[in-house]
């Protein structure tokens, strides 16, 4: 079997999270969503789980983070050129969420830009030419 991660996300509005990540390329696998939950399929490997906020309490006895207040994670994702970078991210705009929620960053052998899904979670759109990279970089 292959190494997989199912991310596992709290969401106010399970609709409006679900159209989020399909305009970001997301494939809705009904046979493990309900009411309460989405399971969008990213690639073979990796899987989001989109859970409403009461179902996603059931997993953890810990306060549910406000995403829009605080960072819990930032979850890159990577694409194969510049371009799939913008058009994700200009996806995520139109999808409901925010682009470019700081600078783009662009160092010429990496181009990176940020954006939030509709509950406030933080992702990194990244395309790297590792043959140019620095040899050491900077932290």
């Known amino acids: 079997m292959s190494k997989m991660i199912y991310i596992n996300l709290p969401v106010k509005d399970l609709a ?3 159209r989020f990540y399909e305009a970001i390329g997301c494939q809705k696998n009904e ?8 399971s969008m399929v990213w690639s073979d490997t990796i899987t989001f789980h989109l859970l409403v906020n009461d179902y996603f309490a059931t997993f953890t006895p810990k306060t549910i983070a406000n995403a829009h207040a605080t ?9 194969d ?3 799939e970078v913008d058009a994700i ?8 969420g925010k682009a470019d ?4 960053m662009d160092l010429g052998w990496l181009y990176n830009r940020a954006f939030e899904d ?5 992702f990194e759109a990244v395309w ?4 140019a990279a620095p040899v050491e970089v900077e932290g």
Request: aromatic residues 2%.
């Open 71 to 79: 960072s819990e994670v930032l979850l890159a994702l990577t694409r």
């Open 31 to 38: 046979q493990y969503s309900d009411h309460q939950a989405s």
């Open 101 to 104: 929620i700081r600078e783009i």
């Open 16 to 18: 409006t999270a679900t």
């Open 118 to 122: 509709p509950d406030g979670h933080v």
């Open 89 to 96: 991210a200009e996806a995520a705009a139109a999808g409901g």
């Open 81 to 83: 050129n510049r371009e």
């Open 128 to 131: 790297m030419d590792t043959a």
